[in-house]
């Protein structure tokens, strides 16, 4: 539930922590009876926590598609991402993946953990998956297929514009967003999303993956897997592993700034397109993970930690987001606050701190013109409020109680 010296620097992230808490708990109760269902939900809630829990607040129906839509696609990323797979093998499966979807019986070892598993047992995915309704295995086929296809392209293709960049992008995440409106579309309860502003929500998601996960992908084993564009890293080294060398880390957060800025572009079309949402279950599993990626893109930004280890946002943090964003005012606010903090980290001597700045205004003029700023709840504590040292020890003891119950076995 995280740690007891974070809730103490962040009092008041502890309720919703709890709630956080208690709510993957449910989920975690909502496991269908059979086999097959079973097995998708777990595994779900496995490699997707947090995803796993906006998923549950789905209808039915929609929730088991998206649940499916979610798991085929982990299963392709998984091959896609495993370096220990040769080309002329990798390649085939990814261009037939969207037949293998169909075969109860095909499965492919590969990856690692929880993955493996997914990928050892994906029967089970099919077998869920031909349960779905028509409307859903069609849109589910069309973007596996699609995705696989530019999977394999870019296996054997460098990143090396920004064209590129936006169009490994597009294979990879824009077509999530197409494939999500599809099958909201096909649920009766949302209108069919324009393929522009359904690729930004993929985009902004994806680059803020890539920017974060620099150090992991770079120390990849056997082979490092990047996508950072040549074109923009070129400006700063010679060869993109150099930015995690401590000689050149003005250089490397210069880059990193450069690849933020660029991210920042998709900000306006992911808030007109939240906008658009009218089921609200539809609309919360769309705006958590997009509040995540701004707050995270805040955190990366002239970070030099982005090159040393691991920088994402407390629990706490997280869980707030998740219990605040019901109504897209919570999204406007959350943006503008967010890019409050972006912007108070801008240096003047970065090389990019003009088109930067330049973005952020955008985006904070977009969240202005909402007119839902004026009696907002900040997601950033400026000032650390003072506890005194009871109240402080009565939470430690609550918090320890509700670890203590929600670790205790079901069957108690």
């Known amino acids: 539930m995280g740690s007891f010296g974070a809730i103490l620097r962040h009092p008041d992230d502890f309720?919703?922590?709890l709630k956080l808490k208690m709510a993957v708990r449910h989920a975690g109760k909502q496991i269908p009876p059979e086999p097959h269902w079973a097995f998708c939900?777990?595994?779900?809630?496995?490699?997707?926590?947090?995803f796993g829990l906006v998923i549950q607040q789905l209808d039915t129906e929609l929730r088991n598609a998206v649940c499916i839509f979610y798991l085929v696609?982990?299963?392709?990323?998984?091959?896609?991402d495993d370096t220990s797979i040769a080309t002329e093998v990798k390649v085939p499966i990814l261009m037939a993946f969207h037949r293998h979807i169909y075969d109860r019986d095909w499965h492919f070892s590969c990856g690692t953990k929880e993955y493996k598993?997914?990928?050892?047992?994906?029967?089970?995915v099919s077998t869920a998956f031909l349960e779905l309704g028509k409307g859903y295995q069609e849109a589910i086929e069309d973007i596996t297929m699609r995705m696989g296809a530019g999977m394999a392209k870019f296996i054997c293709k460098e990143v090396e514009t920004i064209d590129d960049y936006d169009e490994y992008c597009h294979y990879v995440a824009g077509l999530v967003g197409l494939g999500l409106s599809k099958l909201f579309h096909a649920?009766?309860?949302?209108?069919?999303a324009s393929d522009s502003l359904s690729n930004s929500?993929?985009?902004?998601l994806q680059k803020t993956n890539i920017i974060r996960d620099y150090l992991e992908d770079i120390n990849e084993i056997p082979k490092s897997r990047m996508f950072w564009p040549r074109q923009i890293w070129s400006k700063y080294v010679n060869k993109l592993e150099e930015l995690k060398y401590e000689e050149n880390s003005v250089k490397a957060v210069q880059c990193l700034n450069d690849m933020v800025t660029n991210a920042l572009l998709h900000v306006e079309e992911c808030l007109t397109y939240m906008s658009a949402l009218r089921a609200p279950a539809i609309f919360r599993f769309c705006a958590i993970p997009q509040i995540m990626a701004i707050g995270t893109l805040a955190l990366c930004y002239n970070n030099i930690e982005v090159f040393r280890g691991v920088v994402k946002m407390r629990r706490g943090l997280t869980a707030k987001v998740i219990e605040r964003t019901k109504t897209m005012s919570d999204v406007y606010e959350a943006f503008f606050d967010f890019s409050c903090m972006l912007k108070s980290k801008v240096d003047k001597n970065?090389?990019?701190?003009?088109?930067?700045?330049?973005?952020i205004e955008a985006i904070q003029k977009t969240c202005r013109e909402s007119g839902t700023l004026n009696k907002r709840k900040s997601y950033i504590i400026n000032s650390e409020p003072r506890y005194n040292s009871t109240l402080i020890f009565v939470l430690l003891i609550i918090l320890a109680i509700v670890i203590a119950y929600a670790n205790r076995p079901t069957n108690m």
């Open 41 to 50: 939900y777990t595994m779900l809630h496995k490699v997707s926590r947090s």
């Open 73 to 80: 696609l982990r299963a392709l990323d998984t091959v896609e």
């Open 117 to 124: 598993v997914l990928m050892d047992q994906f029967h089970h």
């Open 187 to 192: 649920s009766g309860s949302e209108d069919l």
């Open 15 to 17: 309720y919703p922590l």
């Open 201 to 204: 929500m993929g985009l902004f």
């Open 350 to 359: 970065d090389p990019n701190a003009t088109k930067t700045l330049s973005r």
